[in-house]
């Protein structure tokens, strides 16, 4: 019933809808249109279109959670009573909003595979569909839980912990890691051991991998050094996913009622 209601909501939230489609069909047309070079082969195309895949759905991913993770915020006061005088249990709250945000990323995800091969396919003139659609709507749903557990962590942890007043930085963490490490990707040749520990490095390659059809290379942008073993990016992040469930679990259990008033203090 939880997760029905905030499924609801979410689905009718302008913003996720501005800012997770509009502003990644944004980005997406600069990479196809202004940043996009002129290639003579379809496989430079798909390898080209997937690379901007790859980061655009990184980026999504913590938009749509830096949306979401705000009613855990507001909620806090509310959430404090009602795990302690109703029925309503901290381990249901997060899997039902978890799932919800997992299930609003896949359909914004679609929208990006919709956009990458409309924009990208009227550049090169070459059809970039991805090779695997499916795999790509699976990744969009992991990243959306692997987001917004992130973000619950964060800004409970400030919650209980920190206090409230530079809740605007904390509720925007997760999207400035996903710009830095997206966009290094472009510039910056990272470790491998980096790449793998790093759920920020994880979903952009598997991404890539969805849609080029073939594994990532260790350095996105130019195809050099080692393969990434797709199963063990897969493993790291679902322990990313494990671990932080539990401990969202363990902090909104102990949530404080704090006046929402203090987030808005200089």
């Known amino acids: 019933m939880l997760g029905k209601y905030f499924l609801k909501s979410l689905l009718s939230n302008k913003a996720i809808w501005g800012w997770g489609v509009g502003f990644m069909a944004f980005w997406l047309f600069m990479g196809a249109f202004v940043f996009g070079f002129n290639y003579t082969s379809r496989i430079q195309s798909l390898d080209y279109a997937s690379v901007w895949f790859s980061l655009i759905g990184l980026i999504s991913g913590s938009i749509i959670a830096t949306s979401i993770s705000y009613s855990v915020y507001y909620g806090n006061a509310s959430l404090a009573y009602s795990f302690r005088y109703t029925k309503l249990k901290p381990s249901s709250y997060i899997l039902n909003l978890t799932a919800s945000t997992a299930v609003v990323a896949s359909l914004i995800g679609s929208f990006i595979i919709m956009f990458t091969a409309l924009m990208f396919g009227y550049k090169t003139g070459y059809s970039v569909l991805p090779v695997l659609p499916l795999q790509s709507i699976g990744i969009f749903f992991l990243s959306g839980m692997f987001m917004f557990l992130l973000s619950v962590v964060l800004i409970i942890f400030s919650n209980n912990h920190v206090g409230l007043k530079n809740i605007t930085f904390v509720v925007f963490i997760p999207q400035i890691l996903s710009y830095l490490f997206g966009f290094s990707e472009l510039g910056i040749n990272l470790p491998s051991y980096v790449v793998y520990a790093s759920p920020f ?29 797709p199963y063990i990016l897969l493993l790291c992040l679902a322990l990313w996913i494990g671990m932080l469930f539990v401990l969202s679990i363990i902090l909104v259990r102990r949530i404080k009622p704090v006046s929402i008033e203090e987030g808005r203090q200089v």
């Open 201 to 229: 490095s994880d979903i952009p390659r598997l991404l890539f991998m969805s849609y080029y059809g073939e594994a990532s290379k260790l350095n996105l942008t130019n195809g050099t050094g080692p393969i990434m073993n």
